[in-house]
């Protein structure tokens, strides 16, 4: 059983940076794309960020492109969102999700998600 587990979010200022945490239980992802999605209340879930596990080609919406860094580290099987200048619009709860699909499919193709983690940014 796969098994996505978030942590990392919290409560940061406007300009202020966070790094989220998903750690990858159940199974290898070797051959699967990872990323994260965000999602606020009233709105679809949106795609932020994803990672091929081999090789580490990464793509980005044009909203977290130049202040998110995704990331991954193999050997812990720990996928990592490091967010920088944060504004307030970033206010969101952030999910993890894998996919068998390639990277460019994960945004419509998710076979996992994680729990979520809430990322509340102040003005």
Request: glycine share 12%; charged share 15%; with cysteine.
């Amino acid at each position: 059983q796969v098994q996505l587990v978030e942590s990392g979010g919290g409560l940061v200022q406007n300009g202020g940076s966070l790094r989220l945490s998903c750690a990858a239980h159940g199974r290898s992802f070797s051959r699967y794309a990872m990323g994260w999605f965000r999602q606020t209340p009233g709105k679809e879930r949106e795609f932020v960020a994803a990672i091929t596990w081999i090789g580490g080609s990464t793509t980005y919406a044009n909203s977290a492109k130049g202040r998110f860094t995704i990331s991954r580290d193999n050997a812990k099987n720990t996928l990592y969102l490091q967010l920088n200048s944060l504004k307030p619009e970033d206010t969101a709860v952030y999910y993890c999700a894998s996919s068998a699909a390639p990277l460019n499919g994960l945004r419509n193709n998710v076979d996992y998600w994680g729990q979520g983690t809430q990322v509340t940014v102040s003005s």
